[in-house]
């Protein structure tokens, strides 16, 4: 892992030291780069969050059914708080990729 780090640097000391297009094609490509692994990371980070909620509420469910119907609008509201973060990371993917403030 140091040794990808150490390349990713140098390869970008040595295209920021070019001229201004080679530097604005390696920002491009370092800026896709981050939004998928960033989007991969919220998305995975999203799912477990969600199947540890659903889970929580089908146990407390299962536990006392009187509750259900308030464990259940607290598990959407939960959801949908969770879904909002996703949402959060794939909008700075898009203004990384579409209106990056770096590119010259």
Known sequence: ????????????????????????????????????????????????????????????TARNPGLGGKLMTTMFIALAMIEAQVIYTLVIALIALYANPYLG
């Open 1 to 60: 892992m140091k040794k990808i780090v150490l390349m990713m640097l140098a390869l970008a000391a040595t295209a920021f030291a070019a001229d201004a297009d080679v530097a604005n094609q390696t920002l491009k490509a370092y800026s896709m780069i981050a939004a998928g692994v960033g989007l991969g990371l919220a998305a995975l980070g999203g799912a477990i969050g969600m199947g540890h909620t659903a889970a929580a509420t089908i146990a407390g």
